[in-house]
């Protein structure tokens, strides 16, 4: 649906411009080769922008990924930037196709998921870019491994909600005997004129959003899901997917995780000097 909008449009170049990514001087400068690694990820914090942007950043926690194993299934949780469709919307069959080609929904975890204040709700994922944009890099780093996945998109953020997604979460991954890591698709603060999010005078818009993001990563490092929400709501950070990433934290650790790393960060004025910025994050939970 965002092909030849945030990412290239045709498969050689959308190849190409995630390969770029990787070895972009912003990413890990090598590229991800499927391996053994001694990390048990549950989860892991990616931007969700245009590749031009965020890709180099996003591609440190696929790298991540990859080294430690990849994964059966991606269960992604991303923001609801639309307004449409239910608080927390689910879809439970079919598949989404990129340029690099179509990848299945997990129809049975779906289904095992759509429960509590989790909606089976289609019309929430059909315009919405933060989970589509982390299929072409699965797909780049899995090669020739066949992978699935659970599209999940979520409007509500608070904490009650964002803490029972997670429980949910928890308990379907607890029950499947596939490998299973979680994806938060969030971009941090979004600052400037564009934004409606001033720096005090005197502060550069990037050091303003560089500011606000150690806050909230703070927190994430610190695994505080809840903490995470009412520091972003304290300080008016405003982190699209806060939401996705407290319920991230939830489910990890319930499932055992007990260390948060932070990968890279970077943010928009790196690309592309403006007078609006968004910061970027990759974050790997283990």
Not at 13 to 20: F, N
Not at 161 to 185: F, R
Not at 192 to 200: A, H, I, K, L, V
């Amino acid at each position: 649906m965002v092909a030849g909008q945030f990412y290239s449009g045709t498969e050689s170049s959308l190849r190409e411009q995630v390969k770029e990514c990787f070895l972009d001087a912003r990413g890990c400068g090598v590229l991800p080769e499927i391996g053994r690694g001694e990390k048990n990820i549950m989860g892991v914090v990616v931007p969700h922008a245009g590749f031009v942007y965020s890709g180099a950043i996003a591609s440190h926690s696929y790298f991540e990924l990859a080294k430690n194993g990849f994964a059966d299934t991606f269960i992604i949780l991303g923001p609801n930037h639309t307004g449409r469709g239910s608080g927390v919307s689910v879809m439970t069959a079919g598949k989404w196709e990129t340029p690099l080609g179509e990848v299945p929904i997990n129809a049975s975890l779906a289904e095992k998921i759509h429960t509590g204040t989790i909606d089976k709700d289609e019309t929430a994922h059909a315009h919405e870019h933060s989970i589509e944009v982390q299929l072409p890099f699965l797909q780049f780093v899995a090669k020739d491994k066949i992978f699935d996945f659970v599209p999940i998109v979520m409007m509500m953020q608070d904490y009650e909600t964002s803490s029972e997604v997670g429980n949910i979460l928890a308990e379907a991954i607890k029950k499947s005997e596939k490998n299973i890591v979680i994806i938060a698709s969030s971009d941090f603060s979004h600052a400037g004129f564009n934004y409606m999010s001033m720096p005090p005078p005197g502060m550069k818009v990037e050091e303003y959003a560089d500011k606000q993001d150690k806050l909230a990563i703070s927190k994430i490092l610190e695994m505080d899901p809840e903490g995470l929400i009412s520091t972003v709501q304290a300080n008016n950070i405003t982190m699209c997917g806060y939401g996705p990433v407290s319920a991230m934290l939830v489910a990890a650790k319930k499932l055992g995780a007990t260390k948060a790393e932070l990968l890279k960060y970077g943010n928009s004025c790196e690309v592309y000097p403006s007078t609006s910025c968004v910061g970027y994050g990759a974050l790997v939970i283990y």
